[in-house]
Nanobody
Framework: QVQLVESGVGLVQPGGSLRLSCVASGIIFSIDGMGWYRQAPGKERELVARITSGGGTNLADSVKGRFTITGDNAKNTVYLQMNSLKPEDTAVYYC??????????????WGRGTQVTVSS
């Protein structure tokens, strides 16, 4: 069984910073990539940032220049450094991992989500 555990929930003032982390644990054969999605009230879940096991990254246009995603393959961990936070960044942030538990196909797994609120 695979679990994704997120940490870094917080209330931050506009312009502030916050770091999220997510650890994947359980029976993991290989990880293709990990990333972060977010969902604000009344909106659909959207990709924030993703990193592949090879280090390639993909960030949403709305966070480029402000957010950075990094990973630690040895620890099955992904980090999201969020700077210059804006009220519109307020959302529940979900960790996602695409991985395989054996030599078979890969599947997507989700964390439970962590609330990020940007408000003065």
């Amino acid at each position: 069984q695979v679990q994704l555990v997120e940490s870094g929930v917080g209330l931050v003032q506009p312009g502030g910073s916050l770091r999220l982390s997510c650890v994947a644990s359980g029976i993991i054969f290989s990880i293709d990539g990990m990333g972060w999605y977010r969902q604000a009230p009344g909106k659909e879940r959207e990709l924030v940032a993703r990193i592949t096991s090879g280090g390639g990254t993909n960030l949403a246009d709305s966070v480029k220049g402000r957010f950075t995603i990094t990973g630690d393959n040895a620890k099955n961990t992904v980090y999201l450094q969020m700077n210059s936070l804006k009220p519109e960044d307020t959302a529940v942030y979900y960790c996602n991992a695409v991985l395989s538990i054996d030599s078979g196909p890969q599947y997507g797994f989700w964390g439970r989500g962590t609330q990020v609120t940007v408000s003065s």
